[in-house]
């Protein structure tokens, strides 16, 4: 069964840094797939925080989140994180991990190209 599992969410204040984890289940989690953070606030659509490319590796970052959030991958534990630092109240968003075995860097930033998805982590950013 394949199964994203995402834990690290919580409430920080302005400033505060978290690490959102997503352990990978069911399958291998390789350079060979795609992986994406993705977040939604209430009343606005899901937005994409930053990608890694399956074709040659690339990443993305969200002009809001650059120099501040940082994606990376770690195979041997199948697992994916999201280091997040000098968080603001406008980064406040049900935070959600994705990842595909095949998504190209032109289109990694749509989530609708991705079929396997976490729950979901509530990160609130509040003084």
């Known amino acids: 069964q394949v199964q994203l599992v995402e834990s690290g969410g919580g409430t920080v204040q302005p400033g505060g840094s978290l690490r959102l984890s997503c352990a990978a289940s069911?399958?291998?989690?390789?350079?060979?797939?795609?992986i994406g953070w993705f977040r939604q606030a209430p009343g606005k659509e899901r937005e994409a925080v930053s990608c890694?490319?399956?074709?040659?590796?690339?990443?993305y970052y969200a002009d809001s989140v650059k120099g501040r959030f940082t994606i990376s991958r770690d195979n041997a534990k199948n697992t994916m994180y999201l280091q997040m630092n000098s968080l603001k109240p406008e980064d406040t968003a049900v935070y959600y991990c994705?990842?595909?075995?095949?998504?190209?860097?032109?289109?990694?930033?749509?989530?609708?190209?991705?079929?396997?998805w976490g729950q979901g982590t509530q990160v609130t950013v509040s003084s």
């Open positions: 994705a990842a595909d075995p095949w998504i190209p860097t032109a289109t990694m930033r749509s989530w609708k190209e991705y079929d396997y």
């Open positions: 069911g399958f291998t989690l390789d350079s060979y797939y795609a």
């Open positions: 890694i490319s399956s074709n040659d590796g690339s990443k």
